[in-house]
């Protein structure tokens, strides 16, 4: 375990740089960033689907689907970037990191009663790991940037901030769980070999392919404004 720990980690830090080296260059390098994962996510979506499906007329519909999603998750990455700047974009992503790192962590060390069936290595001590490391990770995060003013919109810590973190969480371990039964069911154990210790790129951003549009949705019915 604790070697799959340590490329999990090195995996992340030079995720986390490369996100933000690109995050916070320019705007090219930005939408280079989100084209380029999202293009792998649909190439590794696609291929989960062909070891699925067998009817060509489904499985078209549903790669549509998978498209039209992605491209909607790129216009809102650009959009939120352009309106409140990055540092938002950092909160969403910083969040859902700290949800894998909980879940992981938590999960592998305390075990326990399993969470579902969906995927027999998630646990309900993970998914509780997963909200606190959220909550911990995030706080901290927004908490540095409110003391350096670097936060356009409302974001001091209040009961809907912390609402909005558990269901950050909630939708993150949504997602991975929706990956996980795709890949149970095409009898795969990752949907791509590219990264060390996570397997494709959309083993490790699945939550966040989830998360960050229904996050977006959750802040704004939540905090006022």
């Known amino acids: 375990m604790l070697s799959n720990f340590i490329k999990r980690s090195i995996t992340s830090l030079i995720l986390i740089f490369i996100m933000s080296f690109s995050l916070f260059y320019n705007e090219i390098s930005w939408k280079l960033l989100v084209i380029i994962f999202s293009f792998i996510c649909f190439f590794e979506f696609y291929n989960l689907l062909n070891k699925i499906f067998i009817n060509k007329i489904l499985k078209l519909l549903i790669n549509l689907l998978i498209i039209f999603y992605l491209y909607f998750f790129y216009l809102l990455l650009i959009k939120i970037k352009n309106d409140y700047g990055e540092e938002i974009i950092l909160i969403l992503l910083i969040s859902c990191i700290f949800s894998d790192i909980g879940g992981y962590i938590v999960g592998k060390n305390i075990g326990g009663p399993k969470l579902t069936s969906i995927s027999p290595n998630k646990t309900i001590s993970g998914a509780l790991g997963s909200i606190i490391f959220t909550i911990i990770g995030t706080s901290i995060v927004i908490f540095f940037l409110i003391k350096i003013n670097k936060i356009s919109i409302s974001s001091k810590f209040s009961y809907e901030i912390f609402i909005w973190m558990i269901m950050m969480s909630i939708y993150c ?29 959309l083993d490790r951003v699945d939550g966040i392919i989830f998360a960050v549009p229904f996050g977006i949705l959750t802040y704004f019915l939540l905090i006022p404004r």
């Open 173 to 201: 371990q949504i997602g991975d769980l929706l990956v996980s039964y795709l890949k149970r069911k095409a009898k795969v154990k990752d949907t791509g070999n590219i990264l060390p210790g996570h397997g494709g790129i």
